[in-house]
T-cell receptor, first 114, second 113 residues
């Protein structure tokens, strides 16, 4: 079955460490997105990519980095520069560049700083 | 003004009730509109797209008013399984926002026996 796979499901990071969250899709979608969700809040866009080898900053890109070397993969690195990284991270993809008919989401990664 | 605003609730309704959620958006260039459902500690899932003419899917009805930049979701005959957070989502297409979806903070619904 086609879908988006995020790993790991839970991740614990020590202060000052960089960590990379994996996102893989086999839906043949062109566009991929990373969102962050904090408790009781909506989703905020970190980075998005509409095509291989190209990506754009979202609303809260500081402290994060991404790459899009393959159509299927869009990993997110949370760097030590991100001051408050504890959150629920969601990866999504869409079939078209205008995001119709909406996104498909992965099941998310819960990152906790210890 | 937030790009997408929703009443956060929570809405607590008995089974069988009809409940309506409202949402406003600020970008008049937005072209696509959606309602997503998010269960506790899970990813959002597409509930339905919202079309200009209004659309219905079983017990769910979505309406769009472009002039007022307003979207609504009506749930009839509520079930216990409808308990979730409902996210209003808008495609802020145009300019550098092409393809980006902007999410409201969500409206919490609890259906009780």
């Amino acid at each position: 079955d086609g879908g988006i796979t995020q790993s790991p499901k839970y991740l614990f990071r020590k202060e000052g460490q960089n960590v990379t969250l994996s996102c893989e899709q086999n839906l043949n979608h062109d566009a991929m997105y990373w969102y962050r969700q904090d408790p009781g809040q909506g989703l905020r866009l970190i980075y998005y990519s509409q095509i291989v080898n190209d990506f754009q900053k979202g609303d809260i890109a500081e402290g994060y980095s991404v790459s899009r070397e393959k159509k299927e993969s869009f990993p997110l690195t949370v760097t030590s520069a991100q001051k408050n990284p504890t959150a629920f991270y969601l990866c999504a993809s869409s079939i078209g560049l205008d995001a119709r008919p909406g996104y498909t989401f992965g099941s998310g990664t819960r990152l906790t700083v210890v | 003004r937030k790009e997408v605003e929703q009443d956060p609730g929570p809405f607590n309704v008995p089974e069988g009730a009809t409940v309506a959620f409202n949402c406003t958006y600020s970008n008049s260039a937005s072209q696509s509109f959606f309602w997503y459902r998010q269960d506790c500690r899970k990813e959002p899932k597409l509930l339905m797209s919202v079309y200009s003419s209004g659309n219905e899917d079983g017990r769910f009805t979505a309406q769009l008013n472009r002039a007022s930049q307003y979207i609504s979701l009506l749930i009839r005959d509520s079930k216990l399984s409808d308990s979730a957070t409902y996210l209003c989502v808008v495609n802020n297409a145009g300019g550098t926002s092409y393809g980006k979806l902007t999410f409201g903070q969500g409206t919490i619904l609890t259906v009780h026996p």
